[in-house]
């Protein structure tokens, strides 16, 4: 009898420790929905379909897949101007996704799905410059879908189809890779359609594993750090506190913690730097505050968070309960 109560007490401590690590409640108050907005329709008179999103300063950029451009509003969402046609020339965009401004504040980088580079503009809209091709050798690209800058200039690429993030300089040399060229796996380090990166304070590398429903983080030298999602973030998706059914994007808000866009869920989850499960913005909303599809979040200086909220076709911006509604 006192060996099975041993044993009891042991299982009970495990399925509590399971339960308290793979199904954790939130540690904070929470989002309130401030105001959304739409794009504009196009010159070309294609449907909107905003993908990626930027804040820089008071103006924030949206890149609208479905009409090839990127379009740049305050932060009330007044529409500014755009810029981008479709094509491959200079200037010109293919289906343009998650994107980055650097440190400075002077240029905004966009990854080009059907392109398969990352061009860079300054964020009047002037093109600077193009880096990458098509393919799978050091520096190609197979429909690039997310981007990062650090503040040396080195950019962070989610190399969609090559299942990899390449690390390249400013001028677009490889530096490395993580993940396998072509393969797609569940272990630490290997990825399954990676979208989107973001670096902590520290200089260590998030990325948005997409397709293994996780979330990986990696040192500044690329060794493999940790990994979250599920139980043993092995590719298990479901709506929990902490799991996710696609994570499409990723971004550092200004105190380092990690915001996630989960698609399926129709929600963004917000972490610690080590992937503690803090609050959910969306998915239990009603009203103008319910998100459908989610694709891409930023997060400005004062810790509002921008939300491309995909399937309703429109920005949404969210602020901290308690903090009074203000236009900037």
């Known amino acids: 009898m006192k060996r099975a109560a041993i044993l009891f007490i042991v299982l009970l401590f495990l399925v509590l420790s399971a339960w308290w690590h793979w199904f954790p409640r939130a540690r904070e108050a929470g989002y309130r929905f401030a105001e959304s907005w739409a794009l504009p329709e196009s010159k070309n008179g294609a449907g909107a379909e905003p993908i990626g999103i930027a804040v820089a300063g008071a103006r924030v950029f949206v890149s609208d897949a479905g009409s090839h451009r990127i379009v740049v509003f305050d932060r009330e969402g007044s529409y500014l101007r755009e810029f981008g046609d479709e094509g491959e020339g200079y200037g010109e965009l293919g289906r343009p996704m998650l994107m980055d401004v650097d440190a400075k504040g002077n240029r905004l980088y966009v990854a080009e799905y059907l392109n398969d580079r990352i061009q860079v503009f300054s964020l009047q809209g002037k093109p600077l410059g193009t880096i990458g091709s098509p393919g799978s050798g050091p520096g190609q690209f197979d429909a690039p879908s997310g981007v990062v800058v650090d503040g040396l200039g080195r950019l962070y690429v989610a190399d969609f189809f090559n299942h990899r993030v390449q690390v390249l300089t400013q001028e677009g040399d490889f530096i490395r890779q993580l993940g396998t060229t072509g393969k797609i796996g569940i272990r630490k380090g290997l990825f399954?359609?990676?979208?989107?990166?973001?670096?902590?304070?520290?200089?260590?590398?998030?990325?948005?594993?997409?397709?293994?429903?996780?979330?990986?983080?990696?040192?500044?030298?690329?060794?493999?750090?940790?990994?979250?999602?599920?139980?043993?973030?092995?590719?298990?998706?479901?709506?929990?506190?902490?799991?996710?059914?696609?994570?499409?994007?990723?971004?550092?808000?200004?105190?380092?913690?990690?915001?996630?866009?989960?698609?399926?869920?129709?929600?963004?989850?917000?972490?610690?730097?080590?992937?503690?499960?803090?609050?959910?913005?969306?998915?239990?909303?009603?009203?103008?505050?319910?998100?459908?599809?989610?694709?891409?979040?930023?997060?400005?200086?004062?810790?509002?968070?921008?939300?491309?909220?995909?399937?309703?076709?429109?920005?949404?911006?969210?602020?901290?309960?308690?903090?009074?509604f203000s236009r900037f």
């Open 192 to 324: 399954n359609y990676p979208t989107d990166v973001a670096l902590l304070p520290d200089g260590s590398l998030v990325i948005a594993d997409a397709y293994n429903d996780r979330i990986q983080v990696f040192g500044p030298d690329g060794s493999f750090l940790r990994k979250w999602g599920g139980p043993f973030a092995t590719n298990i998706h479901g709506p929990f506190n902490g799991w996710f059914k696609t994570a499409t994007a990723v971004t550092v808000g200004p105190e380092g913690n990690i915001f996630v866009a989960d698609f399926y869920n129709n929600r963004i989850q917000k972490f610690t730097p080590d992937g503690n499960f803090l609050v959910s913005i969306g998915s239990k909303d009603a009203g103008p505050a319910r998100l459908k599809h989610p694709t891409d979040v930023a997060v400005d200086a004062g810790g509002g968070v921008y939300i491309v909220d995909f399937g309703n076709r429109r920005i949404v911006r969210f602020i901290l309960m308690g903090e009074p």
